[in-house]
Structure formats: structure tokens, C-alpha cells
């Protein structure tokens, strides 16, 4: 009697435990996506009998009807950039802006009537402008490169494939910066990066470093002295034998 309790209890605590993992793989799985300020996103779910698209905190921001009508009006903002394809069946936002990012959901009534759920996480970015790199120190090249910040910029310089440093901030209103001291000889190996999760944008070593070996530039000015002494002695020297020709006269 004892061992037939026991392996009723067994019995109900492994369908239970069935039950739940069966519930908790039958939640939705949210999809990342990303999106480009200006472009056009579409989410690849199909649509063609009826359903919703529903934003954060807003709820429902559009509806599909049978007989494949739709209204994708319900709220002001998405207006006008907010459709829906009745051939594709997908909702697509266009001319998409930072503001929006957020979470989508995706409602599905299918043929039997039973209703599918999918979820979206939509992140949108500007697509980065070229960096600028920027001579701070000609003698030693020193450079400076920068970039305008956004949402998960990083600012990077390499040399090769080599990272030899990186810059990033939660601060969007600032521009990055990071410096560098460029070895004269590899200056072509160098380069500026900065990227975000849609684009990426390169820059290189200006060509107005100069050797940054002191000797070098010591004979440099060296050599510039003693040309224009010599410049300055031809000029001495004509001007007295034109003085002599003269007062031979």
C-alpha cells in the first residue's frame, strides 16, 4: 500500500514537471532585430486572415481583419508609416526613427483559430559618419580621432588587424575621442575605426606627421641654415662685382 502511494506521487510529480517545461518552451521567443533611422523594416511574420501589432506600452497599433482588411491608424504616431501587405501578409515601419526602438509583438490568427504570438526587439541607429583624425602633434606624431557618439558606438585604432585602443560612452551627447602616437615608419598600417551594430566607417594617418626621429629634424633645419647662408653670400658676392663694374666706368 505504502510502495503504491509512492509511486503515485512519482507518477504526479513527473507530469507535473512535463507540464511546466512544455508551458515554459511554449513561450514566445524574442527576436532581436535592427533597424537603420530613414530605412524601412518589416516583420517576417505572416499575416493574411486577422491579427495585431501591438508597441510597448501602447497596445494595439494595428489590426488585420478578414477579408484581408486592415487599419494601421489606431495610433497618431505611427501614422502614415506604419502598413501593412496584403499579399506578404508582414507589417513594415518605414522612415524609422531612434525613438522607434522597442519591443513589438505579432498576433496570428491562423486557420483553426488558434492564435500564434511573436515577439520582436527592435533596435534602431544612425548609420556612423566617417571619423576624423586630426594631427595634434606633427613633430612626434601625435593624432587625434573622433567621432560623433550614438547608441553602442565604439571608437577603435589599429594597427593591422590589431586593436591597440578602444573608446565607448553611455553619453550620447558627446563626440569620442582617442588618441595616438603614430610610429612614423608603419603610419600606412594604421587606421581609425568606428562602428555600431549596422555600419562601420574607417579613416587613416594623415601625411603631415613629420619624422618624429629628433636627428632627422636636427639635420633638416641644419641643412635649410646652411643653404640659406649660401643664398645669402651669392647675393653678397654679385652685388659687390656689379659695384666694381660701375666704378671701373
Not at 39 to 53: A, E, Q
Request: charge should be positive.
Amino acid at each position: 500500500m505504502l510502495f503504491s502511494q509512492r509511486k503515485k506521487q512519482k507518477v504526479t510529480l513527473l507530469y507535473l514537471f512535463v507540464l511546466c517545461s512544455t508551458q515554459h518552451s511554449a513561450q514566445p521567443e524574442t527576436r532581436q532585430v535592427k533597424g537603420i533611422v530613414g530605412k524601412s523594416l518589416s516583420f517576417l511574420v505572416t499575416v493574411l486572415k486577422s491579427g495585431n501589432l501591438l508597441y510597448g506600452d501602447l497596445g494595439n497599433v494595428a489590426q488585420v481583419h478578414p477579408g484581408k482588411q486592415s487599419n494601421t491608424n489606431l495610433v497618431k504616431r505611427f501614422k502614415d508609416c506604419l502598413h501593412w501587405n496584403n499579399v506578404t501578409g508582414f507589417f513594415t515601419l518605414t522612415d524609422l526613427q531612434i525613438d522607434d526602438s522597442g519591443v513589438y509583438t505579432v498576433e496570428n490568427v491562423e486557420e483553426d483559430e488558434e492564435k500564434m504570438t511573436h515577439t520582436f526587439q527592435l533596435t534602431v541607429y544612425y548609420v556612423l559618419s566617417k571619423p576624423q583624425v586630426t594631427v595634434h602633434e606633427n613633430i612626434s606624431c601625435r593624432v587625434v580621432c573622433s567621432v560623433e557618439n550614438g547608441r553602442d558606438v565604439t571608437l577603435s585604432w589599429y594597427r593591422g588587424e590589431e586593436i591597440l585602443n578602444q573608446t565607448s560612452s553611455p553619453d550620447l551627447n558627446i563626440t569620442l575621442s582617442l588618441p595616438l602616437k603614430v610610429d612614423e615608419q608603419n603610419r600606412d598600417s594604421y587606421r581609425c575605426e568606428a562602428a555600431n551594430p549596422v555600419s562601420k566607417e574607417t579613416a587613416d594617418v594623415p601625411h603631415s606627421c613629420i619624422e618624429s626621429d629628433p636627428s632627422k629634424v636636427t639635420g633638416l633645419v641644419g641643412l635649410a641654415i646652411c643653404l640659406k647662408k649660401r643664398r645669402n653670400r651669392h647675393s653678397h658676392a654679385g652685388g659687390a662685382k656689379r659695384y666694381t663694374r660701375t666704378g671701373s666706368a
